[in-house]
């Protein structure tokens, strides 16, 4: 086995397979950016080297660097996790040529499958049935309009070297097509430094389900369940899970042996995914294969009681596959959820921010029945996510007997997940695991947008209340160095009635807290809504009674900012100082930015009139693209950014005046006679 491995990559993967390697005994080798210098994959690895600034194209992709540092440290084989260079076939050939073991597939192999197109004609040519569409290598914009003509809508665009649903979008007619085009290829050439497109029918109501397969060097070809992970966002996973419910035993095995002919047919080696498209009549169409060990593996890993990462090190070291097919075997459901830093309420955007507090559920086995919690994460309370890469924050993990009681637990644990800092999916991932098309498996890889009225809820609790329990827990968490009534809690004055007042402010919105104590507790007035309130506080959980109403909720603090966690929804509130100073604030027609990144595109000057809808600038975060548009018909009277800027979340962007109706129009003066 192999002495020392270098990892090329970051976060979680990174930090997943340190802890396999280390199990084997073999030595890890970390890499980091500027920006990861004190990363948990880091501290955990035997050695760590800087790769340089924090930008992907400065450090994690840079192969020169990687291979320097792999020869330096006397490093035999090189894993590349998933994302930055893991399905790159120059990358694969330049860790051969040096001397240096690739975890991964041969780069003929990545060549072969690593262009959509090119595969799926490969695939086609073997008898496996795949999407309706358009994958040849004319690239021209009249080829591919008649090509989208003859596909019929809806269409999807898909970057030919893309993954991870960059460069991809959903088009819904030819007046559309234009647009789409350019600002896909524009994402995939940011993002894989190849713009070349290819065209797919779009099938809304269709199963993702993809195949593990695993392969040796000795011609040996197995697969390992499949998974299915039909509920994406922005065609990215959100949830996966093994086996895919409602699968005959028939389709299992016919599913299964296609996946394993495809990777056959191109002499693969190591752990791959081939992934289809699966209708309800039980017909499937491939649609790519993933030349790497996928973000979901842990789920088959918990139905198979296997470990991949081993099985990778193990094929790559020249050893046989550890077990032949027909000693596969599975039992119970597993099932993964995403947890991600965006925000759900406002398309999934990006989200960045430091992890001030963090609180994660209890992992391993719990419960009768019994359940095993697996939680794969990278990041601890203090860490920064920031916006150079995938937001991903962790990956929570549950394996029970049976999906019902999976589901079951999975939701017990986001409702246990606390994170303070930086707004997550915890609250829509617990809607999801709790709603009862998921828990019928009504899959189906428009599934959000099917069921938003069940996953966008309004929150649990009304503003006042979530105000009148922050109030209640600064008021426990007041310094009380002495007993004199000077420090007591609940605000009392010589003569006078126990009273002060708190400001608040939550969601830009700001409350003045009005606070009288009586005999037991406290009455709470609140934008004119009153409310009693009793409350105890035990460690981080406030357990209090609100208008006669028991509950419990936790709450953390860093400095003026406060989080208050109930039924797996969080609620920041801010301790408001009357005499600082407003900023940000500007007239109606400001525009801000909903999330930090880059003016990749700067499309309006000041000046131009502008219609409703129209795309003003184009922000660039975590290499997807996000267009912000005109909300008004106006014009544009102040442009704060050019194009290349870096900008905070809710800064301003520019500023619209608001077009004058016609009604509304100065009066000409009089001509002269």
């Known amino acids: 086995m192999f002495n020392r491995i270098l990892i090329a990559n970051r976060g979680e993967i990174a930090y997943r397979i340190i802890r396999t390697a280390h199990r084997l005994g073999i030595e890890t080798v970390a890499v980091y950016s500027d920006a990861d210098a004190n990363a948990a994959h880091v501290e955990l690895a035997d050695q760590a080297w800087r790769l340089g600034p924090a930008p992907a194209s400065d450090s994690y992709l840079c192969q020169d660097k990687l291979l320097d540092i792999a020869k330096a440290c006397g490093a035999e084989a090189i894993h590349p996790g998933y994302g930055f260079l893991s399905e790159n076939a120059d990358f694969a050939h330049a860790c051969a040529e040096q001397g240096l073991v690739f975890i991964g597939p041969p780069a003929a192999a990545i060549t072969a499958m690593g262009s959509k197109s090119a595969a799926k004609a490969l695939m086609s040519a073997a008898g496996v049935p795949v999407v309706p569409g358009y994958h040849g290598t004319n690239q021209d914009l009249g080829q591919l309009r008649t090509e989208a003509e003859r596909c019929g809508f809806p269409l999807l665009l898909k970057a030919v070297a893309g993954g991870g649903g960059k460069g991809m979008r959903v088009v819904h007619s030819i007046d559309d097509f234009d647009e789409a085009l350019a600002s896909a290829r524009r994402e995939a050439s940011a993002a894989f430094g190849n713009d070349a497109m290819l065209l797919e029918r779009y099938l809304p109501q269709a199963r993702h389900v993809e195949v593990q397969v695993f392969c040796d060097q000795f011609g040996h070809g197995i697969y390992l369940s499949e998974r299915d992970c039909s509920v994406q966002r922005r065609h990215q996973k959100v949830l996966e899970e093994a086996p895919a419910p409602h699968l005959a035993p028939q389709t299992r095995i016919a599913i299964g042996e296609a996946a394993v002919r495809a990777a056959l047919a191109i002499d693969y080696r190591g752990a791959g995914t081939v992934e289809f498209l699966y209708l309800a009549d039980g017909d499937f169409f491939f649609m790519e294969m993933n030349t790497r060990l996928q973000v979901e593996h842990p789920v088959t890993e918990l139905i198979t009681g296997l470990d991949l990462v081993e099985w990778q090190l193990r094929v790559a070291y020249g050893e046989p596959l550890p077990l032949a097919q027909e000693q596969i075997k599975l039992q ?19 989200a ?7 609180h994660e559920p209890g992992t391993g086995t719990t419960g009768s029945p019994a359940a095993v919690i697996r939680l794969d994460t990278g990041v601890r309370q203090g860490d920064e996510v920031g916006i150079f890469y995938d937001p991903l924050i962790a990956k929570l993990i549950v394996w029970a007997e049976t999906r019902e009681q999976a589901l079951r637990q999975l939701a017990r644990s986001l409702a246990q997940y606390r994170i303070g800092g930086v707004r997550t999916n915890l609250r829509f991932l617990h809607r999801l695991a709790e709603s009862a098309p998921l828990k019928a498996a009504e899959l189906h890889t428009g599934f959000i947008e099917q069921h938003g009225e069940l996953l966008f809820t309004p929150p649990a609790l009304q503003p006042s209340r979530v105000l009148a329990l922050c109030a ?20 009392w004055r010589l003569n006078l009635p126990a009273s002060r007042k708190l400001v608040l402010k939550r969601e830009e919105k700001i409350g003045e807290v009005d606070i009288d104590a009586d005999h037991s507790g406290w009455r709470m007035t609140v934008d004119d809504q009153s409310h009693s309130i009793t409350a105890e506080l035990h ?35 801010q301790l408001h100082q009357a005499d600082v100073q407003q900023t940000g604030t500007h007239d109606g027609g400001g525009l801000s930015a909903p999330m930090p990144g880059m003016v990749s595109q700067l499309k309006v000057a000041v000046g131009d009139v502008v219609a409703t809808g129209q795309t003003l600038l184009v922000l660039e975060a975590m290499k997807m693209e996000h267009p912000i548009v005109a909300p008004i018909a106006g014009r544009v009277a102040e442009v704060y950014y050019r194009q290349g800027s870096q900008v905070d979340e809710g800064a301003e962007l520019l500023r619209l005046e608001p077009e004058l109706k016609p009604e509304l129009q100065p009066e000409q003066e009089p001509k002269a006679p």
């Open 539 to 573: 460690g981080d959980q406030l357990q209090a009674v609100l208008d006669g109403i028991p509950l419990r909720c936790h709450l953390a603090r860093y400095r003026d900012r406060l989080w208050l966690f109930y039924q797996a929804e969080c609620y920041q509130v």
């Open 352 to 358: 960045a921010g430091t992890l001030h507090y963090l």
């Open 332 to 350: 119970g459901h597993a099932v993964e959820a995403r947890v991600y830093a965006e925000d759900p309420e406002h398309e999934f955007l990006p």
């Open 472 to 491: 209640a827990f600064v008021l426990l968490t007041e310094s009380d160095e002495d007993s004199s009534p000077f420090a007591s809690r609940q605000g």
